[in-house]
């Protein structure tokens, strides 16, 4: 601009070691939209914020943009799908979570509508504080009957289920990575991301690792860290929180006396922490649990960096976590 | 239709009303005789579907936002022949198709979940915008109550369609001055509606509802509107009208009969005038 202001778009996530890709979910999504003319996209002012506003520039008639109106968005995405396209809503996690309940399950999941939610900064991705922390959005979405929720792990995984859940039909909450460096892991692995699914992505003997979202890549590296220190550690991405791979997850705690560690970026209470608990119980499965998740409070603002290792979420943590368990 | 036979017609939906809240000898009876005529302009008259056919996707949609008044629409939709009448002796029961509170999957012909009041013009939003990327001429009706008025989404809902020119949204406000709580007014003072809507850009008549040569003048004018707004019909109504005992018998939102009362009601129900 000629006032030498330029507009920044934050990238929420901190440094990362791994190669990155900017805005995979904008960009799958006009990938998609080029082959589907159904696609529409929505926000609610966050379009810059939620990588949506690659795929408003590329098809401006097919997006909405509705204000600072997130009650609205959800209705507005149900109604829209009601007349058979496929809206992609996305705004906040916490706006989705907090804000939207009853328009999510009134609008959207109780016709079992077609909507995709798609939220932004989920878990502890923002050092704003609470306002902008969607700790609880697992265990807030996780009630609603019929919806299907979707944590992915890195860039290559936000472009294929941004894919998937298009071809998907039925209402989707998906957790959004977003920025122009969002961390490539997953190609090291022989993976492709299938809703409902499971997958280990490596195996070890001494603890598994079962993992959803950015905490799969932190796992990842932990694994290889512990490795220099002798510990085997396998990892189980789950990236579909609900409904969840029962029969993987079982067939994973049930090969050996390992010791299990849930990671999530989510609160400890009414995630996949609790999720795995609650299966292995209904399933009279033992077996020794730790879960790695946010404290059951309000975190704290400050640099993304420091809360991750303070509530630790961060690799360094994840690792010292894993070795004072396995004591 | 014309408009002797409309007021005809009005008669029947009324008779309808009482009969489906006989079923539980209680319910929301005065309201729904109130909304019994301008329902009978939409469905009789004004809207365009198949019955028989209720997806149809050249179809006007009318989503039902205050879904307790369910009741009134469902005795308007019956005598257009969307469901049985005599699913109107299974109002509200076990298994009934009508339920108390209106839902798609229970009801050919309903598109919404009106329950949690302030849905109905949001959705509408986003029908309306899916019906002009379809280039549909169809008009999407969104029925909700002046006590609705105080929901925070009806707003938001109001000023996109105002800034998006939806001008296949027709809105209708059932001014019947009841709510829960009390008396609409004194509850919370949702007015001035006429001067609120014109400020979000819609296209705003305010009418007695219970006139129907006023309703099929307004809902005509509406929907046939060239203009590039959306289009709110704000109906002061009476509830009670058609039973005139119940009238002034206002300030029950959902009210109970014994059998004396429902004797009254039945001998008392008239010919819907003008």
Known sequence: ?327 | MNKEELIDKAYEVRKNVLRMAHVDKRGFISQSLGAADFLTVLYSHAMRFHADDPKWEGRDRFLLSAGHNAIAVYAAMAEEGFFPKDWLDTYGLDNSRLPMSCMPAYTPGIEISGGSIGLGLPIAVGMAMGLKLKNSDAKVYVMMGDGEMAEGPTWEAAMSAGAYQLDNIIGIVDINGIQADGLTNAVMDTEPLHEKFSAFKFDVQRINGNSITQVMEAVDKARNSTEKKPHMILCDTVPGTGVPFLIGNQKSHFISLDAEGWERAFSELERGKD
């Open chain 1, 1 to 327: 601009m000629s006032n030498g202001i330029k507009s920044v778009i934050s990238d929420s996530n901190v440094a990362t070691n791994h190669p990155t890709m900017a805005e995979p979910f904008g960009n799958a999504l006009i990938e998609l939209a080029k082959e589907n003319d159904k696609i529409i996209g929505l926000s609610a002012d966050l379009a810059k914020y939620t990588d949506i506003h690659v795929f408003r520039d590329a098809f401006p008639q097919r997006f909405y943009n509705v204000g600072m109106s997130e009650q609205l968005l959800m209705c507005a995405a149900g109604g829209l799908a009601k007349e058979g396209f496929i809206p992609f809503a996305t705004t906040y996690a916490t706006f989705i979570a907090r804000r939207c309940y009853d328009f999510i399950s009134q609008a959207i999941c109780e016709h079992n509508t077609n909507v995709k939610i798609i939220g932004g900064l989920p878990g502890l991705q923002s050092g704003y504080g609470p306002s902008h922390q969607a700790t609880d959005d697992l265990a807030i979405l996780g009630s609603m009957p019929n919806l299907t929720i979707i944590d992915p792990c890195d860039a290559l995984e936000m472009q294929q289920a941004t894919k998937a859940v298009a071809a998907f039909n039925g209402p989707v909450y998906m957790r959004l990575l977003r920025g122009n460096r969002v961390p490539v892991v997953l190609d090291k692995y022989d993976y492709q991301f299938e809703i409902g699914k499971a997958k280990l992505l490596r195996d070890g003997a001494d603890v598994l690792m079962i993992s959803c979202g950015e905490m799969t890549m932190r796992c990842l590296d932990a694994a290889e860290a512990l490795e220099k220190d002798n510990i085997h550690a396998a990892v189980l991405h789950v990236p579909t929180v609900k409904p969840l791979d029962r029969e993987t997850i079982l067939a994973e705690v049930k090969k050996s006396g390992r010791l299990v560690v849930t990671a999530e970026n989510h609160s400890i209470v009414g995630g996949l922490g609790s999720l795995v608990a609650n299966l292995l119980v209904d399933e009279q499965v033992s077996a020794v649990l730790k879960k790695i998740a946010l404290p059951d409070r309000y975190l704290a603002a400050g640099t993304l960096e420091t809360l991750q290792d303070t509530y630790g979420v961060s690799t360094k943590a994840v690792i010292s976590q894993v070795k004072s368990y396995l004591n």
